[in-house]
């Protein structure tokens, strides 16, 4: 199985891409830029690195929370830093939203130059969606 969700309260994607696939029992979920809801392309949440990534993190949140699922279905996310002298700053940040049995979490170099972003996170998750009751 695999399906591209329609996700009526995430920004459309800036590209040829999904924002999410759900397939075989997961979720994969694009790398996320920090863009708040109602920004445009460019606009980030903070210029900070926690800022952004407490807004990337945000944004997978509210895709998953399309889905039914919250944070605790994630399994595994790659964070992609411009600055790797940043991952301190964005650890603290990012253990907010993962405080206990974090996922499993790679770090890369965020491989695009955009003027201002710091940060971009992507993630994957176990689709076990909430039964209506």
Not at 78 to 83: A, E, G, N, S
Not at 113 to 133: D, H, M, R, T
């Amino acid at each position: 199985m695999r399906a591209v969700p329609d996700l009526p309260k995430h920004p459309k994607p800036l590209g040829p891409y999904s924002h999410c696939v759900v397939a075989n029992g997961f979720v994969f979920i694009s790398a996320q830029a920090p863009i708040a809801p109602g920004a445009k392309a460019g606009e980030w949440a903070a210029p900070d690195v926690a800022g952004q990534t407490r807004q990337s993190l945000k944004n997978i949140a509210s895709i998953l929370e399309e889905l039914g699922l919250t944070m605790a279905s994630v399994v595994k996310t790659t964070v992609f830093l411009t600055d790797p002298a940043d991952f301190q700053v964005m650890n603290e940040a990012y253990k907010e939203f993962f405080p206990e049995e974090p996922p499993a979490r790679s770090p890369a170099k965020l491989g695009i130059a955009n003027s201002g972003l710091k940060v971009a996170i992507e993630a994957i998750a176990v689709y076990e969606p909430k039964q209506e009751e």
